[in-house]
């Protein structure tokens, strides 16, 4: 059974961390399996959007699995580090919007996958913590990097040395998830937005989103002259004469993504 699932839904996909035994843990084949989906999807422009959830309902990732890590030497340790790094990265990279929709426990590299998304559900019974310094470690996922620029530093340090555990109204409160919604809701919701997104233009949503995450790492004038390489991308596309040719004929637009 693979460790990580893949559905397609029109021009959602859907990842599933597929290992509810253990709390959707991540070892090292899975790891590599969503290495593998990741990059099929960011060459697939037919898939528009994405959600990233767990199997069950318990955990969306409890992170690192311990039983396999008690067995690791200190390369493989280094090894596995690198590739949860690596992958996350790559999901943080993908052109396409990613939502997390997080259907229980988000603790240390479970939350770190929820923070490379671009948009984060949970459920009410949702926990969520980078708890990594309670086991002599710390965020190896971009953790420490991404949660400070999300919620700013003192309270990111707060949550990460402590190795606090907070509910997910708390951490709809101090902005780490978008919305928290019913547990029956989640996926509903999820593909809500989802599909509010996907009526638009697919390339000026790739772009749109290209200049935000780009523009954050560099100074205001910088991120405008990113805004305005981005816009220019989209001028020669079909999808925006067809914009102009729907409003036209009072219409809803037909977009190709070309």
């Known amino acids: 059974m693979s460790k990580v699932v893949l559905e397609r839904e029109g021009h959602l996909g859907v990842i599933t961390i597929n290992r509810p035994d253990r709390l959707n843990c991540f070892d090292y084949e899975t790891l590599a399996q969503l290495d593998d ?3 099929e999807i960011k060459l697939d422009r037919d898939i528009r959007a994405v959600i990233i959830t767990g199997a069950g309902e318990k955990a969306f990732s409890a992170g690192a699995d311990l039983k396999e890590r008690r067995t690791l030497n200190e390369k493989e340790v280094r090894r596995n580090v690198q590739k949860i790094r690596d992958v ?3 999901i943080e990279n993908l052109p396409q919007p990613t939502i997390a929709a997080l259907n229980g426990y988000a603790l240390g590299g ?3 996958l929820a923070l490379v ?3 984060r559900y ?3 019974t949702a926990q969520l913590g980078l708890t990594e310094v309670s086991w002599a470690i710390i965020p190896g996922a971009g953790g ?3 949660l ?3 919620i700013g530093p003192s309270r990111a340090k707060e949550l990460i040395l402590t190795a606090r555990r907070i509910s997910a109204a708390q951490a709809e409160e101090i902005g780490v998830v978008n919305q928290v919604v019913p547990s029956e809701d989640l996926l509903v919701r999820a593909k809500e937005l989802a599909d509010e997104i996907m009526k638009n233009g697919p390339l000026a949503v790739i772009q749109a989103k290209y200049a935000i995450n ?9 991120g405008l002259a990113i805004e305005s390489k981005a816009y220019e991308v989209i001028i020669p596309t079909e999808d925006r004469v067809e914009a102009l040719q729907a409003f036209k004929e009072k219409r809803p637009a037909d977009f190709k993504g070309k």
Do not use: I, M
């Open 214 to 222: 780009q523009g954050l790492n560099t100074d205001v004038q910088t």
């Open 37 to 39: 989906l990741v990059e």
């Open 110 to 112: 479970g939350l770190e």
């Open 88 to 90: 996350f990265t790559a």
């Open 148 to 150: 400070s620029r999300l």
């Open 144 to 146: 420490t990097q991404r």
């Open 122 to 124: 949970a459920v009410e």
């Open 117 to 119: 998304c671009d948009f």
